[in-house]
């Protein structure tokens, strides 16, 4: 088999991505399927080349996910490669993005065990509505918007993600709702195409539209946040929505399994088949 792409055994929603990636590989003249990451009889071995995709319940076992990386790595070429998975499977990189200078979503990394309360960190920030979620986190896993007539019902959200892991507490951006939140796909060196994403928070399912224009303050930020990954990527997502000033603020710099839209985007499809072939050509 050529190309295998990761996914899971029970997908929390359907993956758009899966079909049209499957087929355009397929006529390109690759051997292509689907396995399960948490399936222990998927066998990625008979893949000479991994790409993680719908890998969407790592973050309710992180660990067993990254030992899964370890042993597909020795018997395949994995992309993204797990140093860069590692580094972004925890989101305290929003933290250091921000430490480099790029404009992020101001973020509280709150660490497992703590005592810290939600009315602090909003009294901190002076903030009235935030979101609050895990640190490791995929889609809207108990990510909830929390304003004055649910803060009680935030402090104890809060309280009940730090008795497991660690949270992140964010400032509410308004500007999702009218502007919308933008995640700019890069994919083997070049920025493709841009998804107008709608907020979305516990239970509910992803909502998007095609976006035709990307703009330049969006495009700059982008190419910077993927300049500062400590590693090669093969695929890159840049989520940002505009801040109080209007100028573009990073939400999620996604490395591991996000959506690339490739149905809103043949160029994008292209350049993913285009990159499989130089991968396998040097394997």
Request: negative net charge.
């Given at each position: 088999?050529?190309v295998?792409l ?15 990636l499957?087929?355009a ?11 399960a ?26 660990d ?17 490669p797990?140093?860069v998975?590692?580094w ?31 009315a ?48 992140l507490?964010?400032?509410y951006?308004p ?24 907020p979305r ?31 090669p990527?093969?695929?890159?997502r840049?989520?940002m ?23 809103h ?19």
């Open positions: 088999m050529d295998a990761a996914t899971c055994a029970r997908l929390p929603e359907p993956d758009p991505d899966e079909a049209p499957l087929q590989l397929h006529a390109a003249g690759f051997e292509a399927r689907s396995l990451w948490d399936d222990p009889e998927a066998d990625f071995s008979r893949a000479r080349l991994t790409l993680i995709r719908a890998t969407w319940n790592y973050p309710e076992q992180p067993a996910f990254q030992a899964w990386m370890d042993r597909t790595s020795r018997v395949t070429r994995l992309w993204n797990p140093s998975v590692r972004n499977l925890h989101k305290k990189y929003l933290v250091e993005l921000a430490a480099a200078g790029l404009a992020v979503v101001p973020t509280d990394w709150i660490q497992k065990g703590s005592r810290e309360t939600l602090e960190v909003c009294h901190r920030r002076n903030l009235s509505v935030v979101v609050v979620k895990p640190a490791i986190s995929a889609g809207s896993r108990l990510t909830l918007r929390v304003g004055p007539e649910n803060r009680a019902e935030g402090e104890a959200h809060l309280t009940r993600i730090l008795a497991e892991e660690d949270a507490v964010q400032p951006l500007s999702v709702e009218s502007y919308g939140e933008r995640s700019i796909v890069w994919i083997d060196g070049q920025i493709h195409h841009a998804i107008r994403k709608s928070f516990i239970g509910e399912s992803e909502s998007i539209s095609s976006v035709d224009a990307i703009a330049e303050a969006e495009r700059e930020l982008a190419l910077r946040a993927v300049a500062h990954i400590p590693g990527v093969l695929y890159a840049v989520d929505a505009p801040g109080p000033t209007g100028a573009p603020l990073i939400m999620e710099l996604e490395l591991i399994e996000p959506s690339l839209f490739f149905a985007s043949a160029g994008a499809l292209e350049g993913m088949v285009r990159a499989v072939r130089r991968l396998l050509a040097v394997a």
